[in-house]
Nanobody
Framework: QVQLVESGGGAVQAGGSLRLSCAAS????????MGWFRQAPGKEREFVAA????????YYADSVKGRFTASRDNAKNTLYLQMNNLKPEDTAVYYC?????????????????WGQGTQVTVSS
């Protein structure tokens, strides 16, 4: 059974930074693409970033491009999201996700396994 556990969320001021982590178990982590998504209050969940099985390819939503960086440590079964220059509109619950059908990401792909989320709050 795939388990994903996010951590690293918190409250920061605009312009600050946070690094989220996602610890994975129950799968051969190094074989599968991973994604980050977020959901703000009253809004639908949206794509933030994704990374291929090797880390060689990354994908970002336009709203975070240049500020967020997705990375992974396959030896530690851990996914990361470095978030810099945070803005109030980044406030949301952040989720990591994966799917054993995909070694890489393509826009629109749906992920089957999700973590419980971690709250990020950015104040102005």
């Amino acid at each position: 059974q795939v388990q994903l556990v996010e951590s690293g969320g918190g409250a920061v001021q605009a312009g600050g930074s946070l690094r989220l982590s996602c610890a994975a178990s129950g799968l051969t982590f190094s074989s599968y693409a991973m994604g980050w998504f977020r959901q703000a209050p009253g809004k639908e969940r949206e794509f933030v970033a994704a990374i291929s099985w090797s880390g060689g390819s990354t994908y970002y939503a336009d709203s975070v491009k240049g500020r967020f960086t997705a990375s992974r440590d396959n030896a530690k079964n851990t996914l990361y999201l470095q978030m810099n220059n945070l803005k109030p509109e980044d406030t949301a619950v952040y989720y990591c996700a994966t799917d054993r059908r995909y070694s890489d990401y393509r826009p629109g792909r749906q992920f089957a396994s999700w973590g419980q989320g971690t709250q990020v709050t950015v104040s102005s």
